[in-house]
């Protein structure tokens, strides 16, 4: 009882708290409006029994400038957009007619999730102390809105880095009870109430919201839609789906575009769409969506321009908003853009107007080596040469990846017949069973590395983007309607039979990091910077009997100002790639090709020859990879299940036979519990001898996880055993009376093994560098790089070959000492050898079964799962096995048909008990 009276009391005085400070801070709210906002809108007594709409709607969507010291900003790059979102919760009339009491909520969101403040101290910078900035800030705001001048004034307070509380005034301006349209404009700022020297005090914001609710279309005039008569020569497009026009047309339209210039413009003089201070050309164009409309196919964007690494943010010097309307005759999207104006002046007096930039966007139905855009548009100012805002006609495209669906393409193939020249087909091997990869699979598609001469420069994809007359890559839908005259029923009767493809290619090659900037610009002769990717346009042919793939390529140029400019572009490439066979072990695991300029040296276009290489891991290899992963975990878990079970009936042997214990070989012993322990301390991947980079692609990181956890489970129960085995010997020969004897025949083990294991480990270590020299790594520098890599592996790969002979001390023991018992049960060495051979035997079952012949347990340095050594290691194990049988049936030197001076026979003694 007294808990709870407890807890009434502590909640009464929780809710009288609140009741205070929310009237202390209405009160300090009403004082602070009549200082800073009663000038604007005068303040009035509202009467909340009188509801009232706010023009805009409940929610409201804008972009804001500034706000770095509250919410932080991206030091590096905007990854996204900075918005503030305005949610109106009360509108009352007030007793003043035309005032209204609106109560709202204010979330500015920052560009990045956290920003981090750096203090100075004494001249040097350091992370101390550092700010963390909130990635959003919600103020509670109250106010008054007057009806008439669409002024809207509201104080409140919000919670940012600081404890104290952030007094703010929120002023918008343009807050009409009207229909929206695109003039349409609500700004205003975000302005602090604390003095300059607080933590709390911020620069003001500036806002801008771009009223969404109740709009009305009024750019898509006559006089507008006659401007796109005049366009030139376009590609045709196709046609969208009425259905859902809003949910197709978005997806696509919206994102980032390039931009290419007429080859006239090398400055930003009569060629920049933005309209003051524009001191270089922009690169990129971005598109937003804000409202679409199904019914009348029209929709109201936001068009960005910046450089080339920009993200779009929102900058009312180069952001215009428009109108737009569909096509259907011509089949593209038409709009109409205005400027933001009055920035330079101030915040309230900006508007938006000068709507005299024009777009087109169309999706093209016929692609070509020269143009591959899955979306192709026009930007044009319909001024007069000499009129101030005027610019020339520019050109943006899309990547083809930009598309979600993709029907009704047609490729026009312009260069085969010149493949062919370059390319004649060899006359095909009768090589039976080897084959290539399928035209159509993903195995066509790779990743490649890039050298010059001298090194790797370059990173780059090969993509298919055509075969025949079927479009790669893309998923089908009904975003465009299927209607257009171009589509021909795909051709595959022909290409089987001769076993030749007609394919295009999209490549991409992105500099290094660490390339020079002369390297970038000799790479294909371009004027591009270190970080641009070159982008290559191919086309030829596949021969699917011979794996090779010849193509003649198209690669982007840039002036000499760095512009991009339209169609110029480079098509005297070519390119050749040859993909190594299926299913043949020897083939290197490699695609090799090159990208070279048929110009003469003398022509400023030649570029020196680029060698390109690509690991092949085809999709057959990786299934047979996942099937025989399957069946090898399988493997690893029943080998190790039976080690424990062995191990157990030793324990039993040694506890029903205590006087056995000190003739086992503490050195094998423990060589079998530091084969059980250096995988629990490495990783799972310890019980893969194989390099693990093709395997790794497949397993993923969750599929490694549920297996380590099972394997290391019962590795740790074989390890404790081991263990609690090695523990009872080391005792045993403490107690035993002869114990310095058996310790100096366990030395002469030691002195045996260690120079043969060291012998042993040299050799293979010489074997393998030989071969490293005789396989073409015959530099100082690389073979050395191979010595460093290939060390630790080496050596893994041989410290299983000593577990494989993990009986050979004990087999020494028994020989130095003469020793006759059993000491080891039948089941123990006999079964342990068999689980040691399992993986020898399932190597060679597994080499008949798979063609590669690769494996998780086969080394590709060390190789000692190779044929001969799964004969000879199954053999040298059951002998090992059938000598200590004999040992300990006839005693240690028994097999020989001599005997070691000086060593004794160590028999048990029959013990006299009194009756």
Known sequence: MASLALSYLLMLLSLSTTITLNTFSSYASQLSYTKHCASMVPNSTPNESKVKEFPHGQFQTGYYLGGDTIVGADTLRNLRQKQVTLRIKSVYETDIFGILNVGASLIVRSASS??????????????????????????????????????????????????????????????????????????????????????????????????????????????????YSDEGEVVPGLSINSTNFCYNLFPMITGKYELQYNSECNSAKNCSPIKEGAKELPYIVFLKELVCSDIEERVRVLIGFGSRSAHWSFNPNATLVGEGWWDEKKNQLCIVFCHFLGMEESVASVHVGDCTTRMSLRFPKLWSIKDASSIVGQIWSNKTVGDSGYFKRMVFRAPQDKRIGISDIKYDYSQLDKVRKMCPRQKPQKNKGIRYPHVYSSDMRFDMSIRNSKRRIAWGDSVPLVVNDQIQQWDLDETFASNSSYTQPFIYASSTTTGLYNVGYKISINPLPNAKLDEVKSMLNTTTNATETVNVSAEGIYDAEAGSLC??????????????????????????????????????????????????????????????TSTAFYTEEATQILRKIDMEVIMILVCTTLACVFVGLQLYHVKRNPDMLPLISFVMLLILTLGNMIPLVLNFEAFFAQNHDKKNIMLGNEWLEVNEIAVRLIVMVAFLLQLRLLQQTWVARKADRKQKDLWIA?????????????????????????????????????????QQNSLWEDLKSYSGLVLDGFLLPQILLNLFWNSKGNALSCSFYFGISLV?????????????????????????????????????IPLVSLMFAVIIYLQQRLGGCSFLSWRIKGVEQYEKVPVVTEA
């Open 114 to 227: 956290y920003y981090r403040v750096r203090n100075s101290t004494r001249g040097s910078s350091r992370w101390k102390n550092h700010k963390r900035f909130p990635s959003s800030i919600a103020f509670r705001l109250d106010g008054f809105w007057s009806e008439s001048s669409g002024k809207l004034c509201m104080v409140g307070t919000g919670t940012g880095y600081s404890m104290k509380p952030l007094e703010v005034v929120l002023k918008l301006y343009n807050v009409l009870n009207s229909r929206n349209t695109v003039s349409t404009l609500v700004s205003g700022s975000l302005e602090s109430l604390s003095s300059k020297h607080e933590v709390s005090y911020f620069e003001p914001i500036s806002l801008f919201f771009l009223p969404k609710f109740d709009y009305e279309y009024t750019l898509d005039t006559k006089e507008a839609k006659n401007e």
């Open 551 to 612: 193509m003649l390529g198209c690669r982007n140029l840039g002036s000499e100002n760095h512009i991009p400019i339209t169609n110029s572009m480079d098509c005297e490439v070519i390119v050749k790639f040859q993909f190594p066979p299926l299913n043949a072990k020897n083939n290197g695991g490699y695609i090799k090709g090159s990208i070279e300029s048929m110009r003469e040296n003398s022509d400023p276009l030649y570029f020196k020859r680029l060698d390109v």
């Open 746 to 786: 366990e030395k002469k083990v030691l002195y045996v093994i260690l120079p043969l294991y060291a012998a042993g480990f040299l050799i293979a270590l010489f074997t393998q560098q030989n071969n490293a020299l005789h396989n073409g790594v015959a530099s100082s520098s690389s073979l050395l790089e191979y």
């Open 836 to 872: 040691r051979l399992l993986p020898h035997a399932y190597d060679i079952l597994e080499a008949l079964v798979y063609v590669d012949g690769s494996s998780l347990y086969e080394d590709e340095i060390a190789d000692y799962y190779s044929t001969a050594w799964d004969v000879i």
